[in-house]
């Protein structure tokens, strides 16, 4: 079937999303971003002093909210324990489940809102790989950071390294603090759940879950406000990045001879090409009606004199050529 955004122009062959192609891409992108980030693992010095250089900052500009929350957090387990459940589980359940949501009830606005996200998860790998950072749980007990994750490993299925598993801590890479795209992925569910959610308690949870996470990563020591913050931005700079990626994918897809799914145009509505050709006067061109079908109550075109052909001059016009006058306007 041809689709057109825009009445008038060229139609251009379109097909719509499949799963069963989106779930290996989204695979592929996760599975080449936990690659990446294992790769990116830099020398523990340079991390540490990152990790430093960054909570210098905070203390001059008085941001080290982690400092307050993660003694809290240590002290009250009600509070602690849940976090750690939060940090351990979220992460990697509601995003997924944003996605699928966004696939099945808002499909003209998934393909945009996942480029955005894949976007933003690969400019997020460049800033793990140029700047290591070492999380404020893995500095020396001196600085007064109490690893929350190990303190209450007994609740959980992780042990003494971050959110991994008992045993599996080896293949995450405990250095890649820098950005936290535990925010910035609750940031990007925040908005698609804002934008589209349609009632008011989605968007108090669009509000409520990025901003608990952001808490929630720094009570734990698992991330500086720095980081938090850089966790906001890096989604920006893959917001920006969007639609240029999008054409991108779409010349390739064209010089591929691959169908491209139909973009969604503000204010307009696709029109199905028919027999016709696009931007034709025709009343049915694109609407696929049947010669000499009309929509109800509508007005037929009055011919010009002599326009018909073999109509002889001065013959009085008529609509249908049966010697009937046309109807008054």
Known sequence: ???????????????????????????????????????????????VDHGLAILRVEKFFYLNAE?????????????????????????????????????????????????WLMASTFVGLIGFTLLPTCPPRLLSASHGFVDTMAQYSDYGWWGGEASAPRGLGGMTNQYAAMPSLHVGWALWCGVILWRYGGTRFTKVLGVAYPLITTIVVMGTANHYFLDALAGAVVMGIGLLVTRP???????????????TPAPVTAGRTPVTAGPHAAGSSIVSAGCQTSTGEQFPRQRKVRATPGAEQGAEPGASPTDAGDGAPAPAR
């Open 1 to 47: 079937m041809l689709r057109t955004d825009v009445p008038g122009t060229e139609a251009v062959p379109r097909t719509r999303l499949r799963w069963w192609t989106e779930l290996p891409i989204i695979l592929l992108v996760y599975g080449a971003y936990s690659a990446g980030r294992l790769l990116a693992r830099g020398d523990v010095t340079s991390a």
């Open 67 to 115: 400092h307050p929350l993660n003694r809290l957090f240590t002290r009250e387990p009600w509070i602690g324990i849940p976090a750690d459940f939060w940090y351990a589980s979220l992460h990697y359940m509601v995003t997924p489940a944003v996605l699928i949501w966004l696939f099945r009830s808002r499909t003209v606005r998934y393909r945009a809102a996942r480029t």
């Open 245 to 259: 990626v999008l054409r991108v994918a779409d010349m390739v897809r064209a010089r591929l001879g691959v169908r």
